[in-house]
């Protein structure tokens, strides 16, 4: 009988620090189980943190470079008007009688007028390069990462438009269209590698079609025609006929007559978003 109650009491000084032990390692298992979480949670919201952090950046950059461009744009209209403004005085100049005295102040204001042509085409790529910025930025910030400007494969999470041959055709050149200017484009990497000699771009004041140029020897030349007093910007638009797609100009160009911006040795980039 002693042996019995001595054996119970053994049993059951047994099976309590077995569930002792057993509690034990359970609670300890459940510490190492929420501060793993907590660990998980601490690492989520440095990450979080981080994110925000860098999207306030790229957004804070994407304002400035806005803020930039717009003072390009308003130097651009500046320069126009400084253009314009000799351009009335050269044709001024033109209707005198004094041949000697006008050949000396056309002479003046054509030098004055290329210099500032040659500083409008600076602005102008500048503006470009700046629009490109931009648009990648856009681009960086919509997609959480860098991209090409353009896609021209098709493939990607929006399938982009198609568009039909446009048939552009420009207005006569005649009356007062008899003003021009040159612009001359090659297409970036991308789109040289889908270009075809069906190819074409076109020079747009609104809706207005004011030129239009087929692809020679990976390059476009248009003739912009416009009026003597004209200053509004001119646009461009390209379509790929091997996939019918369209590509709208980042920059516009205000119509300047005998402005040239590109030559065919030296082209400017076709700096363009697709429709």
Not at 110 to 115: F, G, L, T, V
Not at 223 to 228: L, N, P, S
Request: aromatic share 10%; hydrophobic share 35%.
């Amino acid at each position: 009988m002693v042996y019995s109650l001595n054996y119970k009491e053994k049993m059951k000084t047994w099976i309590y620090f077995a569930m002792a032990a057993f509690f034990s390692v359970g609670f300890s298992s459940c510490r190492d189980d929420y501060s793993s979480d907590f660990d998980d949670l601490r690492r989520m919201e440095e990450q979080s943190a981080s994110k925000l952090d860098s999207l306030a950046k790229a957004q804070d950059d994407l304002r400035q470079k806005q803020e930039a461009l717009n003072k390009q744009q308003a130097e651009l209209g500046k320069l126009q008007k400084e253009l314009q403004k000799l351009q009335e005085q050269l044709d001024l100049l033109g209707s005198g009688t004094s041949q000697d005295s006008t050949a000396v102040g056309q002479e003046q204001l054509m030098q004055e007028i290329k210099k500032l042509q040659a500083e409008l085409a600076v602005k102008l790529d500048a503006l470009a390069k700046a629009q490109e910025e931009l648009q990648k930025l856009h681009g960086s910030e919509s997609n959480g990462e860098g991209g090409e400007l353009v896609d021209t494969t098709g493939v990607g999470s929006v399938t982009p438009n198609t568009f039909d041959n446009p048939g552009w055709t420009p207005i006569a050149a005649t009356g007062d269209y008899a003003y021009t200017m040159t612009v001359t484009f090659e297409l970036p990497t991308l789109l040289k590698l889908s270009a075809t000699a069906d190819d074409v771009i076109a020079a747009f004041v609104g809706d207005e079609c004011r030129g239009v140029a087929k692809w020679t020897d990976g390059i476009y030349l248009l003739d912009v025609i416009g009026t003597g007093n004209e200053t509004g910007p001119v646009s461009f638009r390209y379509w790929n006929a091997g996939n019918h797609y369209m590509y709208e100009s980042l920059i516009s160009i205000p119509f300047t007559s005998d402005f040239i911006y590109g030559v065919v040795d030296e082209p400017k980039m076709f700096s363009c978003k697709q429709k």
